[in-house]
Nanobody
């Protein structure tokens, strides 16, 4: 059974930075695309970022390009989302996810995924 331990969320002012961490266990995460999606109140799910070990592909949503980066440490089974220049519209619950149907991020959707409990990110003006 796959398990996720997410951390790093919190409250920050506009322009600030946060780093989200997610330890994935109980599954051979190296073989699958992993990443983050977010959901803001009253809005649908948005795939934020994805990273693949199998083909080295990555994905960043247009809304976060130039501000967010994703990385993973396979030895630690950990995926990171580095968030800089945060905007109020980045406020959401961020979920770490593993797409069990995809090993590549070329079509990042996380529509066939396991995900964690989520961590809140709140950006104030």
């Amino acid at each position: 059974q796959v398990q996720f331990v997410e951390s790093g969320g919190g409250s920050v002012q506009r322009g600030g930075s946060l780093r989200l961490s997610c330890v994935v266990s109980g599954f051979n995460a190296d073989d699958y695309a992993v990443g983050w999606f977010r959901q803001a109140p009253g809005k649908g799910r948005e795939v934020v970022s994805c990273i693949s070990t199998s083909d080295g592909s990555t994905y960043l949503a247009d809304s976060v390009k130039g501000r967010f980066t994703i990385s993973r440490d396979n030895a630690k089974g950990t995926v990171y989302l580095h968030m800089n220049a945060l905007k109020v519209e980045d406020t959401a619950v961020y979920y770490c996810a593993l797409d069990w149907a995809r090993s590549s991020c070329s079509d990042a959707r996380f529509d066939s995924a396991f995900w964690g409990q989520g961590t809140q990110v709140a950006v104030s003006s």
